[in-house]
């Protein structure tokens, strides 16, 4: 079974978000943060994995990413802290 992930990458607590999706979570995370991700992520430094779901239906993945995206900034911040409130980067825990 496949699985599908919708992530928040940011460059510093309360810093610029970014959100995603992607297949494999571990792989995207290791793109953004080595630079390999021309365009937004890379302009703004998203280095830090603060946030992610994993689906196994691709058609509700895409759904879920489009409703953050609509979301405000503040809606966003309080999904993060939520799971998060440290805004460590979750980037060795996706790597299962």
Not at 49 to 73: H, T
Request: charged residues 30%; contains cysteine.
């Amino acid at each position: 079974m496949k699985n599908y992930f919708v992530y928040i990458m940011t460059n510093k607590k309360d810093g610029v978000l970014y959100t995603g999706i992607t297949n494999s979570i571990a792989r995207r995370a290791y793109e953004h943060k080595n630079g390999l991700c021309e365009g937004f992520t890379k302009k703004y430094n998203l280095k830090i994995l603060v946030y992610y779901e994993m689906f196994n239906d691709a058609e509700v993945a895409i759904k879920r990413e489009k409703d953050l995206k609509g979301w405000s900034r503040n809606w966003k911040i309080k999904l993060i802290e939520k799971t998060n409130p440290q805004w460590i980067d979750l980037y060795d825990e996706a790597l299962f």
